[in-house]
């Protein structure tokens, strides 16, 4: 099936995007699907938890990585959002690298993943992972297939010598239905505002769903070990997946909320004199 292109509708161009795609303040849920006002309450309490959260993380020296894997248009970077858009980025940090250069293609393949791993105090979000080779790489002929079996051997050792290390690893997995990820890449096609986010390589893998299922059970067979299990989020209502994720996540990671001084502002000393900067500055066009 072949996504076509056509123009943008102009009040749609003109809508300020409030969190990320297909999920502004006047969208309607599908059948079933959860209220914008119930979502956001909801999420404004996970919020709090995850503030909790981070600052035992910080508290304790926890180390903390979680990994999210799916399909184009599954819902990652919109759920590594929500995740990140109220805690600090110092201590959740994320992680999207860039395809391999010439030096990192003839490394060890984990090499370019180690260094990102979390240190004390800190929550990596890899937006895809070391699991390219079993999905992307694969499907797409950017690796051989005894690479494939190689990596799918090593995996398990790997991550079990991450846990080992005192680093508390989850990976999820987000499940969307062809129908879901259509309706998504052609939204990203009409809002100038997402078209970024579809790249020649979703064109091409589009076609290749069957191709992709394949790649993912027998990843999952390999590497759904006892230690480091998948975690599956059915994901066609964003809306519901991130709140399942946040709240699956929160309940995989022991913390108790951090007691500190219940803060106050000092006195300021009086004001003398201009609030405007001496030096003749240069505003900006005021345009709104």
């Not at 102009?10 to 969208?27: F, L, P, Y």
């Not at 100038?192 to 579809?198: E, N, P, T, Y």
């Amino acid at each position: 099936m072949q996504l076509k292109h056509r123009p943008a509708d102009k009040q749609e161009n003109a809508a300020v995007a409030v969190r990320d795609e297909s999920d502004s303040k006047t969208e309607e849920p599908s059948k079933g699907g959860l209220k914008r006002r119930d979502y956001d309450k909801e999420l404004e309490r996970l919020h709090v938890e995850l503030v909790k959260l981070q600052q035992w993380v910080v508290h304790k020296g926890l180390k903390v990585c979680i990994v999210f894997e799916g399909r184009d248009g599954a819902g990652k970077g919109g759920t590594i959002k929500a995740i990140t858009e109220r805690v600090s980025p110092r201590v959740f940090r994320v992680i999207a690298l860039p395809a391999p250069s010439d030096r990192e293609k003839s490394q060890m393949y984990f090499q370019r993943y180690l260094p990102h791993l979390p240190a004390a105090g800190e929550v990596v979000i890899f937006d895809r992972s070391w699991y390219n080779r079993a999905g992307v790489e694969r499907v797409m002929g950017f690796c051989t297939e005894e690479m494939v079996h190689g990596f799918l051997r090593g995996v398990p050792l790997v991550e079990r010598a991450i846990l080992d290390s005192g680093v508390i690893l989850l990976k999820y997995w987000l499940e969307v239905s062809p129908e879901e990820q259509t309706r998504r890449l052609e939204g990203r096609i009409h809002d100038q505002r997402k078209i970024w986010k579809l790249s020649p390589m979703d064109l091409k893998s589009y076609g290749r769903w069957n191709d992709y299922s394949r790649a993912r059970d027998e990843m999952f067979a390999a590497t759904d070990t006892e230690f480091a299990p998948w975690h599956v989020a059915r994901s066609d209502d964003k809306r519901r997946a991130r709140l399942n994720i946040i709240s699956h996540f929160l309940s995989q990671v022991p913390y108790h909320e951090v007691h500190h001084e219940k803060v106050k502002l000092p006195k300021r000393g009086k004001i003398n004199g201009p609030r405007e900067p001496a030096h003749p500055v240069r505003y900006i066009e005021e345009k709104y």
